[in-house]
């Protein structure tokens, strides 16, 4: 229960350092081999404050950039068993917080679009870029 420890926290970063030697033992073709790459940057943030590289803006992969996006947005929404899903409009509103800090503006505002086309009516979804 609470925050992790800065010690455990260490540890939970080096997922994507494994996930990423793991993933680079299969043969992957074509545009499918950057999966390893692309899985390996998901925590990377657009200021540069994310790991396990500190990547910053366009140098981090935008397969990498989209997953940070739908992976934060489905963790936010998604029921758990220590916590219910946050309310669509909180969720938006956090995204759109992080938007060229943690998260790339424009992929935020693809998937605001999105939604706002799949879910017409809704009020959640206010547009970052026209």
């Known amino acids: 229960p609470g925050r992790l420890t800065d010690e455990v ?7 994507t350092d494994k ?5 680079e033992q299969i043969n992957f073709e074509g545009i499918y081999s950057l999966v390893p790459e692309i899985t390996g940057c998901h925590h990377e943030k657009f ?20 997953i940070a996006v739908a992976d934060f947005f489905e963790a936010i929404t998604a029921e758990r068993h220590y916590r219910g899903p946050m309310e669509l409009d ?9 938007a060229g800090r943690r998260f790339d503006p424009e992929v935020v505002d693809a ?14 979804c206010r547009l970052l870029v026209s």
Do not use: M, W
């Open 19 to 23: 996930t990423r030697r793991i993933l």
């Open 9 to 15: 926290y260490e540890i939970v970063k080096t997922h």
């Open 90 to 98: 909180k969720a938006f509103d956090l995204l759109l917080d992080g």
């Open 47 to 66: 200021d540069g404050s994310g790991y396990p590289n500190g990547l910053i803006g366009d140098e981090i992969p935008l397969g990498s950039r989209i």
């Open 111 to 124: 998937l605001c679009q999105y939604y706002a086309r799949e879910h017409a009516g809704h009020p959640e």
